[in-house]
């Protein structure tokens, strides 16, 4: 049997023939009670009187009577439940590329408990929650890389985000050949949406690609580039060691971010700039990102509805019957 909540009624209509249930039972009220009057008037035994322990049970035909007009009201209201079975038709993902910046400039800790480290935990929330796209993930400093072709695997791209370090490769800032890997990598893409996420915080001042060049290349495959500038120009903290005791001490030192740059980057491509100067405004600008590029799914629901309807009514046949019997068998003698 269902439970009540998954309970739906097809003709509701004949729910309003729930209303004659109070009637009656006003009606048996004080029929009863004018009987009860004109027994003590005539000074005659009680119904209960005269049949002693089954007549006190006399009024319980009454009550059969109503519940089975009711059982029979609701059953002809038709109650249903519904199954819902939903099936992915069709799923028109996106590709994503995330060009990260791993240059020594994101070891300052003007974010918490350095740029690079915030990058890679705020990444890593917004991978998590685009389960149906494929992405990837390119790297650069001095010269670029793929760290993770485009993959749906999740889990291997978490991975790859979480064993991000510097040293990787020669230390740089080469913001043209990381968007040229990154273009280089969807260029092919069948993908409805092909979009690049590309972090620096930092100048271009290494590699062999124009940025805007690179840019231009992604605006011709239609590749969209959102591009950040982590941090703000001024002085950061960098970790260094202390020249005596070998401990690490923190020390201010110039930075500089290219806004004009990546904002020149997301124009050409119709993307979008933004500036995160702290880890509070990066979270904020990958969950906009994650709004922007919506991943769309067809759905086919398929419903199924089973009829209930049987249930009270010939529940409430049945306790007709029993009151009728009952009414014209063991009851037959009482007034």
């Given amino acids: 049997m269902p439970s009540i909540e998954t309970i739906h009624f097809e003709d509701l209509f004949w729910l309003w023939g729930l209303l004659i249930i109070p009637v009656m039972v006003l009606y048996f009220v004080l029929r009863h009670k004018k009987r009860n009057v004109q027994t003590e008037l005539a000074n005659s035994s009680s119904v209960t009187s005269k049949g002693g322990f089954i007549g006190r049970f006399k009024p319980a035909l009454f009550i059969l009577r109503v519940i089975a007009?009711?059982?029979?009201?609701?059953?002809?209201?038709?109650?249903?439940?519904?199954?819902?079975?939903?099936?992915?038709?069709?799923?028109?993902?996106?590709?994503?590329?995330?060009?990260?910046?791993?240059?020594?400039?994101?070891?300052?800790?003007?974010?918490?408990?350095?740029?690079?480290?915030?990058?890679?935990?705020?990444?890593?929330?917004?991978?998590?929650?685009?389960?149906?796209?494929?992405?990837?993930?390119?790297?650069?400093?001095?010269?670029?890389?793929?760290?993770?072709?485009?993959?749906?695997?999740?889990?291997?791209?978490?991975?790859?985000?979480?064993?991000?370090?510097?040293?990787?490769?020669?230390?740089?800032?080469?913001?043209?050949?990381?968007?040229?890997?990154?273009?280089?990598?969807?260029?092919?893409?069948?993908?409805?949406?092909?979009?690049?996420?590309?972090?620096?915080d930092g100048v271009n001042n290494a590699g062999f690609v124009n940025p805007r060049d690179a840019a231009d290349l992604a605006s011709k495959f239609n590749i969209k580039v959102y591009t950040i500038a982590v941090g703000k120009d001024g002085m950061a903290p960098f970790p260094v060691q202390h020249p005596f005791t070998g401990q690490t001490i923190y020390q201010n030192y110039p930075v500089e971010v290219d806004k004009e740059l990546l904002e020149d980057i997301a124009k050409?491509?119709?993307?979008?700039?933004?500036?995160?100067?702290?880890?509070?405004?990066?979270?904020?600008?990958?969950?906009?990102?994650?709004?922007?590029?919506?991943?769309?799914?067809?759905?086919?629901?398929?419903?199924?509805?089973?009829?209930?309807?049987?249930?009270p009514v010939f529940a409430g046949l049945a306790l007709l019957v029993l009151e009728f019997l009952l009414r014209f068998t063991l009851y037959k003698s009482f007034v």
């Avoid at 760290?147 to 230390?171: A, M, N, W, Y």
């Fill in 69 to 200: 007009i009711a059982l029979l009201f609701i059953g002809m209201a038709r109650p249903q439940t519904t199954d819902v079975n939903t099936k992915n038709k069709g799923i028109e993902g996106i590709d994503i590329i995330m060009a990260l910046d791993v240059s020594t400039s994101m070891k300052a800790a003007d974010f918490k408990p350095n740029r690079l480290e915030a990058l890679k935990e705020v990444a890593d929330e917004f991978v998590g929650g685009r389960p149906n796209d494929r992405i990837g993930v390119v790297i650069y400093a001095g010269e670029s890389f793929t760290q993770t072709p485009l993959t749906s695997d999740h889990k291997i791209v978490r991975t790859s985000l979480e064993q991000l370090d510097f040293g990787l490769i020669k230390d740089g800032t080469a913001i043209g050949m990381g968007l040229a890997t990154a273009v280089n990598r969807l260029k092919e893409s069948k993908a409805k949406s092909k979009v690049i996420i590309l972090i620096s």
């Fill in 268 to 311: 050409a491509t119709d993307g979008k700039f933004f500036e995160a100067k702290n880890k509070k405004a990066l979270t904020a600008i990958y969950e906009e990102i994650n709004q922007m590029e919506t991943t769309e799914i067809e759905e086919i629901k398929y419903y199924h509805y089973d009829e209930w309807f049987y249930y």
